[in-house]
């Protein structure tokens, strides 16, 4: 296969299939098996860090109950917002897990409590992932995902300003850079277009939900009409792959239509340990993804397993 029509493997909160997602651990693993675009989920500090997490909540994936038992808010979780950045590097990070049972959520990944890992700053990882673009000669792009850009703003902190002023200083500006900046709120979207002046690409990620924070009308957003809007602010968006393929192993017609009005497509993601009932192997939802459906990029917790692909 020619390599220039490979798609972008983007790898899904690092190698998360392999390490504790988001670690700079999992991080270092997905640039070494060779993935092309490193994700960062972002959520801000109390002191307006950026750090890298999936959630505004702490509770899944660090033992902040019981570090701090008494930081709770009325609804029983833990906010990032609520600690400052020592503080949340006091936390141990661990696997993914439920915190009302305690029982981590792939039951095959990394043993859950082993190890010693630490949430990372954005800074932080950018610094590896530059470091390791020298070291190798190997560019790795960046995937930053602005997370609950409306919800942070309601409590008085500007996550996408933040965000935007350090990715520039580190050389993400723009279409040509490494970067896609990603969010699931149309209007944040439209704000980096517009008074943020973001040139770089940016990505619509579609929920499976009819509506989102921010103006966002998923429904709407995948049809013609929808994808066409888009267009004129973002480069391409983010469906989850039932929404590519559907139950009978058929494209949907969202990829060609995205394609129609000039969008990529990037669907999430790839688990060789949750596979969708349609797909027989990994190795058959990649060909379903890459071949039948012809996606532009992949976002994978198994990044070697897509780069691999076909090899
Ligand atoms: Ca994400």
Redesign the pocket.
Same mark, same amino acid.
């Given at each position: 296969m020619a390599r220039k029509s490979f798609p972008l493997i983007i790898a899904?909160?690092g190698a998360s299939g392999y390490l504790p997602e988001h670690t700079l651990e999992a991080k270092a693993m997905a640039h070494a098996q060779g993935a092309h675009y490193i994700?960062?989920?972002l959520v801000l500090t109390k002191d307006d860090v950026p750090v890298v997490l999936?959630d505004i909540h702490v509770d899944s994936v660090t033992d902040v109950a019981e570090k701090f038992p008494k930081r709770k808010r009325s609804d029983g979780r833990y906010y990032a917002l609520d600690f400052t950045l020592a503080e949340l590097k006091t936390l141990r990070v661990m696997e993914r897990f439920d915190p009302a049972t305690g029982r981590q959520i792939f039951p095959k990944r990394f043993q859950k409590g082993l190890g010693s890992f630490q949430i990372a700053t954005l800074e932080e990882e950018l610094q590896l992932i530059q470091g390791l673009n020298r070291s190798t000669g190997r560019i790795a792009g960046i @995937?930053p995902?602005i997370?609950d850009p409306a919800w942070h703003r309601a409590q008085k902190h500007d996550i996408t300003r933040i965000v935007l002023a350090i990715l520039r200083r580190y050389g993400y500006r723009s279409k040509d850079d490494p970067c896609y900046i990603?969010c699931f709120e149309l209007d944040e979207l439209k704000r980096l277009r517009g008074p943020l002046r973001w040139r770089g690409n940016l990505i619509m990620?579609l929920d499976t939900v009819a509506n989102g924070p921010g103006n966002t009308d998923f429904n709407h957003l995948r049809t013609p009409k929808g994808l066409a809007d888009l267009a004129k602010v973002a480069d391409g968006i983010?469906p989850d792959i039932e929404s590519v393929i559907a139950h009978d192993r058929k494209p949907t017609a969202l990829v060609k239509n995205a394609h129609a009005s000039g969008l990529k497509v990037h669907p @999430?993601t790839f688990r060789v340990d949750e596979l969708p009932k349609f797909a027989k192997s990994p190795e058959d939802l990649l060909k379903l993804l890459f071949k039948k459906a012809g996606v532009d990029g992949l976002?994978s917790d198994f990044p070697d397993v897509a780069v691999n692909w076909g090899k």
């Open positions: 899904h909160r994700e960062q989920d999936h @995937y995902e997370k990603q990620l983010g @999430y976002f």
